[in-house]
């Protein structure tokens, strides 16, 4: 049964990112807010965590598109290849902010997605994502989770999230309500920065 954990954003109580931080490493699975909808997220070095997010998703972990949760810009070099200072500029300018940018990932990369030659990064602007990432040590593997009503596709109400996911989950943080539009999704592999998903964000990145 997941515990709904009211964390406000405007300052964080420490002893609650302790907890969620300490369920995150212990391999357990947490729904929580960003600066767009809620996201589903374990630790990027549990293997048997992100398997149980692939399973919920239904899709095969080496070829799932989760996004890495990082508190700033400092954990790029961590997963993404060197990257040049035009793509630099245009990361520095958005994040943190409501977008998933798609980068070249590098060897360092969890065993799980070596295969994969990109990354989806997101740096949200949220107090409570940044404290968990921060006390966490290394970046948050996350997705969005959708709803099956066909008009409203991300539920905003924390607790009727916990309803729906109570038997899927550990703790599902109640930050307030959320919002109903997902990040913009940017790639920046290729020549020409390419918007694959009109989200949130808006912004020229040429």
């Known amino acids: 049964m997941a515990e709904l954990l009211r964390i406000y954003n405007e300052n964080p109580e420490q002893n609650k990112i302790k907890k969620v931080v300490d369920t995150l490493r212990n391999g357990g699975l947490v729904i929580y807010p960003t600066d767009t909808v809620y996201g589903l997220g374990c630790d990027i070095t549990n293997t048997a965590a992100l398997e149980k997010i692939a399973q919920i998703k239904g899709v095969k972990l080496d070829k799932a598109n989760f996004s890495f949760i990082c508190e700033d810009l400092s954990n790029l070099s961590d997963y993404v290849k060197q990257i040049d200072t035009a793509t630099f500029k245009i990361l520095k300018r958005c994040l943190p902010g409501p977008y998933t940018f798609v980068l070249p990932g590098n060897s ?79 790639d920046l592999t290729t020549a020409t920065p390419e918007v694959i998903r009109e989200g949130k964000g808006s912004i020229e990145i040429m």
């Open 108 to 186: 360092n990369l969890p065993n799980v997605f070596k295969k994969k030659k990109t990354v989806g990064i997101r740096v949200p602007d949220n107090n409570i994502c940044k404290a968990l990432v921060s006390g966490l040590g290394n970046p948050i593997v996350s997705t969005s989770i959708k709803d099956d009503d066909e008009v409203l596709e991300y539920t905003t109400d924390p607790e009727l999230i916990r309803e729906k996911w109570d038997n899927l989950v550990d703790i599902v943080i109640d930050g307030g309500y959320g919002d109903n539009i997902p990040s913009t999704v940017i």
